[in-house]
């Protein structure tokens, strides 16, 4: 069964790092998203990218986050420089299209001490 | 602004047991997502609906439009049953992030 594929499971950084999260979304889908869940407390959305672009983001997607796919199966969360409040889970997802079930990958546990 | 809660919080039960978990949310939606998280970590999707009711086996989603209100059922728990239930709603309007509820943690005892 097609999975989305998230590495690594697990990135402990020195605050102030850059750190990459990489997924390899479902192939034949067309819309990739990125969540973070803080330990404790709810998923949250982060971004929504379709056709190459940021199609949607929200308050916490500010100027130190990027996402990008720089070939035809990768989708990448870029964080500039770490902070001790980005350590959470960061989980990828794709779709097929907006209003179809999202996949969830297993998550990428980001620790910045 | 959305909001997405469920209840209860926390849910026990004994092998066997008919389980329902409940999210009610507070705007029009395109569509929620129910969706399972083990402790490790990883999120899991059971089913998306947008109206009716869907069934996969020993699980069963529910919802009703008009009351902004969808349940899990689980029948016959088991012990692997035993994770955190998350439902997610996608907003009308053409937002496509999907805004999560706090999650039911649900420990099934043999």
């Known amino acids: 069964e097609p999975e989305v594929t998230q590495t690594p499971s697990h990135q402990v950084t020195q605050m102030g790092q850059e750190v990459i999260l990489r997924c390899v979304p479902i192939?034949?889908?067309?819309?990739f998203y990125w969540y973070r869940q803080i330990l404790g407390q709810k998923v949250e959305f982060l971004v929504s990218?379709?056709?190459?672009?940021?199609?949607?983001k929200s308050e916490i997607f500010d100027d130190q986050f990027s996402v990008e796919r720089p070939d035809g199966s990768n989708f990448t969360l870029k964080i500039r420089s770490t902070k001790l409040e980005d350590s959470a889970m960061y989980f990828c997802a794709s779709s097929l299209q907006p209003n179809t079930e999202a996949f969830f990958g297993q998550g990428t546990r980001l620790t910045v001490v | 602004k959305n909001e997405v809660e469920q209840s209860p919080q926390n849910l026990t039960a004994q092998e066997g047991e008919f389980i329902t978990i409940n999210c009610s949310y507070s705007v029009g939606i395109s569509a929620l997502h129910w969706l399972q998280q083990h402790p490790g970590g990883g999120i899991v999707s059971l089913f998306m609906?947008?109206?009716g009711k869907k069934k996969h086996g020993r699980l069963i989603a529910t919802i009703n439009i008009q009351e902004k209100h969808s349940s899990l059922h689980i029948t016959a728990s088991h012990p692997r049953d035993s994770a955190v239930y998350i439902c997610a709603a996608k907003t009308q309007g053409g937002s496509e992030k999907l805004v999560f509820g706090k999650g039911t943690k649900l420990t099934v005892n043999p």
């Open positions: 609906l947008s109206s």
């Open positions: 990218f379709y056709n190459n672009e940021i199609s949607e």
């Open positions: 192939s034949n889908h067309l819309y």
